[in-house]
């Protein structure tokens, strides 16, 4: 059942791709080193790259992602621009040793996903081709019902300088998304900026009854209070933490020197983000990052590095020389912030990240030689663009966004089947039996009036299996059409199943449920319903 509901997504892939004009290929899995070595990322990947060796101790691996193999296919198959553009993609399993994988398809080490790489001769027609690719992106999740946004994103590891993430809204999902209701604008919320909605402040307290404060953390606090002359203000804690000197591992150093200390100032009642903190200057202090922590007795005024946060409300003045401020916005965003694009107001939803587009340029064209000799013979390297759809993490997404207490609620265009039979009854007096004859006579009824409805049609006939574990299973799978026959029908049974078929007239009225819906439909109007249906498939 799963796997042909992970068919039809990729048939839905499939169709819009095609629609397009990309070609579907095969390409292997096990990649050789030296295609890793070449593009640098056998060293860059770290512990996340799947690796083996063989008998002649050669390494391999097994393949996360394709910019390596396929730049080097294409660079020996192009050698004009009449050869250009060139739009490949392939569906297939893919391999990463996830640290820790969770949530069954979301982050596995062997996962189903959809990578599209395009070749142009230009920028702008990769650019071009780009937009192309997001819009089919969207149409693909929008035939799949599937509530989503799109988000600018780091370029990452695989680099490139315009990137995006297809996130789709998902109670489970592992990203914070915000994304405004007006302008479409979405960011993951370490990335998003916005204008923060803060309450009204009042008049300001008198300041100066903080700076009697004597020692350690009163003293520092009270000195805060006193240079910005404003006590609502949150005053978070921060660490510097620096990584592993292994730069293919982001696990902070345990025993890291704590050197570098500062505070956050922000409004009262927000969160920080640290991510958003500029790292400090000196060159080995990159690799880390900031971490909150409560003010204690650690801290001290001298030389105190401080971010304040640019709605804090406050202003600068009277900063010690020593101290070291730096401004801007430092907040998490939060639902009803307001939107800097347009008037809309920002919401933060939970999202499953199930897609990423990136425009690479040269950087895999330069190191595979992936060249083209223009119009005047001048030879220039391909331009290129990388496009990946997590198939299982959609497959995912649809089931938790889709189900209830009682089973699985797909839409029509991936449910494993579109209808079932499910005759009732128990084998006493061969009844289970008669109503299996009915159910088959019926199938061969609809698969004839339907065009491809056989395809679609199954009839659950498990004659030993009571009515109840017959509806709750016809629940459980998410068919959405069910046709239910109970002991009513056996008055159409007949030794001879012609004389079944007689009986099936076109006035007979039958128990449907469709969805959660119980509703009585003539065979001629259920033979219209599954025709619509069968035409809206892809
Ligand atoms: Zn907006």
């Known amino acids: 059942m799963a796997l042909r509901v992970l068919e039809k997504i990729q048939r839905v892939i499939r169709y819009e791709l095609n629609l397009e004009g990309s070609s579907e290929i095969a390409m292997p899995m096990l990649h050789p080193a030296s295609l890793w070595k070449k593009s640098g990322r056998w060293s860059e990947m770290g512990p996340e790259l799947m690796r083996l060796t063989d008998r002649r101790g050669s390494d391999y691996c097994l393949g996360p992602t394709h910019e390596e193999v396929i730049t ?19 569906i297939d399993r893919k391999f990463r040793d996830e640290i820790r994988p ?82 479409g604008y979405a960011a993951n919320d370490e990335k998003a900026v916005g204008r923060l909605r803060l309450p009204e402040r009042t008049a300001l307290p008198d300041a100066s009854n903080h ?27 921060l660490r510097f933490k620096r990584y592993q000197a292994d730069t293919t591992s982001k696990a902070i150093a345990a025993s890291s020197p704590i050197d570098l200390q500062g505070v956050a100032l ?36 001298d030389g105190l590095k401080v971010f304040l946060d640019q709605d804090a409300g406050l202003s600068e003045f009277s900063v010690p020389q020593a101290w070291d401020v730096a401004g801007g916005q430092f907040c998490l965003i939060e639902q009803g912030d307001h939107c800097l694009d347009c008037s809309g107001t920002l919401n933060v939803d939970k999202g499953i990240e199930v897609g990423h587009a990136f425009y690479l340029g040269t950087k895999y064209s330069e190191k595979f030689g992936c060249t083209y000799k223009d119009e005047y013979n001048k030879k220039s390297y391909v331009e290129m663009g990388c496009y990946g759809l997590g198939v299982s993490r959609i497959l ?31 084998n006493k007096d061969q009844i289970a039996q008669k109503l299996l004859d009915v159910a088959d006579v019926l199938h061969a009824r609809l698969s004839d009036a339907v065009p491809n409805l056989d395809q679609e049609l199954v009839v659950d006939d498990r004659t030993s299996l009571g009515a109840g574990k017959k509806l709750a299973d016809s629940e ?63």
């Open 72 to 90: 080097s296919l294409v660079a020996d198959e192009i050698q004009s621009f009449r050869n250009l553009p060139v739009r490949l993609y392939q």
């Open 102 to 183: 969770r949530f069954g398809l979301i982050r596995a080490r062997e996962f189903w996903m959809k990578d599209l790489y395009s070749f142009d001769k230009t920028p702008s027609d990769a650019v071009a081709w780009y937009n192309v690719m997001l819009k089919s992106y969207s149409n693909i999740l929008n035939h799949l019902g599937l509530r989503h946004v799109r988000a600018l994103a780091d370029t990452g590891a695989i680099g490139g300088s315009l990137s995006h993430e297809l996130h789709v809204i998902s109670e489970i999902g592992e990203d914070n998304i915000v994304h405004c209701n007006g302008c």
């Open 211 to 237: 700076s009697n404060a004597v020692g350690g953390v009163n003293n520092l606090i009270g000195k805060i209070h006193d240079v910005f002359g404003d006590s609502r203000i949150q005053i978070v804690g």
């Open 266 to 301: 922000l409004p009262e009642g927000r969160s920080i983000n640290t991510i958003k903190l500029p790292k400090p200057e000196a060159p080995d202090s990159q690799a880390g990052e900031w971490e909150a922590c409560k003010v204690d007795s650690t801290f001290t005024i």
């Open 396 to 426: 995912s997404a649809m089931i938790e966004n889709n189900h209830d207490a009682r089973g699985l609620l797909l839409p029509e265009i991936v449910a494993p089947y579109l209808c079932c039979i499910v005759p009732l009854g128990i």
């Open 476 to 538: 459980l799978v998410g068919i959405p059409i069910r046709i239910i026959l109970g002991n009513d029908m056996l008055q159409i049974w007949s030794e001879d199943t012609d004389a079944i078929s007689r009986k099936l007239q076109k006035g007979l009225s039958l128990e449907v449920v469709i969805g959660r819906e119980k509703c009585s439909l003539t065979l001629e109007e259920l033979e219209i319903k599954l025709g619509e249906s069968m035409r809206a498939l892809i």
